[in-house]
T-cell receptor, first 115, second 111 residues
Framework: EPEVTQTPSHQVTQMGQEVILRCVPI?????FYWYRQILGQKVEFLVS????????KSEIFDDQFSVERPDGSNFTLKIRSTKLEDSAMYFC?????????????FGPGTRLTVL | SQKIEQNSEALNIQEGKTATLTCNYT??????LQWYRQDPGRGPVFLLL?????KEKRKERLKVTFDTTLKQSLFHITASQPADSATYLC??????????FGTGTSLTVIP
């Protein structure tokens, strides 16, 4: 069964450094998402991406964040200058449509630790 | 302000009983509502979706109801098993393509 994959599984970085989190969505999917989950808290929407552009973003997704689909298979989340409060689990998800007949498939997540 | 609240953080039930989880929302007008299962350290796994014009949806031992007047969804697991132990999340899609998740309810099914 196709699945969303994410790398790395765990990323440790120093405050102020840039990180890139990578995702490979399910191959025929058209909609891509990033979420984060701070330990013990709820899953929070960051951004949705369709047709090579951002379709929605939350207040969390400020200028420090960017997303890209550089080669038609990978979907990346870049955090330009990490802060301590960026430490969280980051989930990528993909979906084939936005209709009510379909849903999002989540990857296993990347645990980001900012020191 | 907008809120999605799920009932008590933790729910313990005896194996074989029906677990009922609650999701209440305020200041949203969801096109549909979803339920996910999340195991520790893993990503959410989709279980069921119910649209605003549907009252009830079933899938095997799972049942979801949706009351847009009460702004509430109920999620039932019948004949619960220890393997059903996990955190269950409700999520709704408001206008646009943003999804909002509740804080989750941790379910433990005791053998």
């Amino acid at each position: 069964e196709p699945e969303v994959t994410q790398t790395p599984s765990h990323q440790v970085t120093q405050m102020g450094q840039e990180v890139i989190l990578r995702c490979v969505p399910i191959s025929n999917h058209l909609y891509f998402y990033w979420y984060r989950q701070i330990l013990g808290q709820k899953v929070e929407f960051l951004v949705s991406f369709y047709n090579n552009e951002i379709s929605e973003k939350s207040e969390i997704f400020d200028d420090q964040f960017s997303v890209e689909r550089p080669d038609g298979s990978n979907f990346t989340l870049k955090i330009r200058s990490t802060k301590l409060e960026d430490s969280a689990m980051y989930f990528c998800a993909s979906g084939s449509t936005v209709s009510s007949t379909d849903t999002q498939y989540f990857g296993p997540g990347t645990r980001l630790t900012v020191l | 302000s907008q809120k999605i609240e799920q009932n008590s953080e933790a729910l313990n039930i005896q194996e074989g009983k029906t677990a009922t989880l609650t999701c209440n929302y305020t200041n949203y007008s969801p096109a549909y509502l979803q339920w996910y299962r999340q195991d520790p350290g893993r990503g959410p796994v989709f279980l069921l979706l119910i649209r605003e014009n549907e009252k009830e949806k079933r899938k095997e031992r799972l049942k979801v109801t949706f009351d847009t007047t009460l702004k509430q969804s109920l999620f039932h697991i019948t004949a619960s098993q220890p393997a059903d132990s996990a955190t269950y999340l409700c999520a709704l899609r408001n206008t646009g393509n943003q999804f909002y998740f509740g804080t989750g309810t941790s379910l433990t099914v005791i053998p």
